[in-house]
């Protein structure tokens, strides 16, 4: 079992930064890492995912190269660093862990509690 708590998350102006980090427990080599957002009233939806080494990487096409997703397996931590910052990436933040590499929610196992993230416009 993988516990996930993720950190980082406030409210910053358009433009700004912020670091997220998923602090995991239990066995997190062996699984991809991912982070996905759900804004109030909207569906729980992709963000960007990491594999179990690192070396692969995919991102939302909203992203548009702002975001950055790095693990550190001697630490269990998985972070998403995020710039340029835009009033529609306000939302509740998580991090999930899947057996198989996958954009879809419903293949991850387990997930933190969310870290909330607001940009003002």
């Known amino acids: 079992q993988v516990q996930l708590v993720e950190s980082g998350g406030g409210l910053v102006q358009a433009g700004g930064s912020l670091s997220l980090s998923c602090a995991a427990s239990g066995v997190f080599i062996t699984y991809v890492v991912g982070w996905f957002r759900q804004a109030l009233g909207k569906e729980r939806e992709f963000v960007a995912a990491?594999?179990?080494?690192?070396?692969?990487?995919t991102y939302a096409d909203f992203v548009e190269g702002r975001f950055t997703i790095s693990r550190d397996n001697a630490k269990n931590t998985v972070n998403l660093q995020m710039t340029g910052l835009k009033s529609e990436d306000t939302a509740t933040y998580y991090c999930?862990?899947?057996?198989?590499?996958?954009?879809?929610?419903?293949?991850?196992?387990?997930w933190g509690q969310g870290t909330q993230v607001t940009v003002a416009s």
């Open positions: 999930g862990v899947s057996p198989g590499w996958s954009r879809d929610s419903k293949f991850y196992r387990y």
């Open positions: 990491i594999s179990w080494g690192g070396s692969t990487t």
